[in-house]
């Protein structure tokens, strides 16, 4: 069985950088898309990020040009680049994968258990 585990979060005052990520261990099955959710206290969850597996990605507005998602499928690693944190950044940061399996008409999706990134003011 496969699974995600995120790390590289942290403490980090503003106008500061950190890079997430994400380690894709086991057999999954072949990527469609994968990509960075965040979720605030007392906030729902939210896309931060996005790449598929033809290298197109997606951000959110409130990141657009200040952090990049990147894959290295020689390590089967998910990256999030973190550029000029502010503290409405903080949050719970999960990884994300969505893929399909040899055989199966459906799609199954993969959540990490989150790593947590906070921005000092």
């Known amino acids: 069985q496969g699974q995600l585990v995120e790390s590289g979060g942290g403490l980090v005052q503003a106008g500061g950088s950190l890079r997430l990520s994400c380690a894709v261990s086991g057999n999954i099955g072949s990527i469609i898309v994968m990509g960075w959710y965040r979720q605030a206290p007392a906030k729902q969850r939210e896309l931060v990020a996005q790449?598929?597996?033809?290298?197109?990605?997606n951000y959110a507005d409130s990141v657009q040009g200040r952090f990049t998602v990147s894959r290295d499928n020689a390590k089967n690693t998910l990256y999030l680049q973190m550029n000029t944190l502010n503290p409405e950044d903080t949050a719970a940061y999960y990884c994300n994968g969505v893929v399909e399996r040899v055989g199966s008409l459906y799609q199954y999706t993969y959540w990490g258990r989150g790593t947590q990134v906070t921005g000092s003011s």
């Open positions: 790449i598929t597996s033809g290298g197109s990605t």
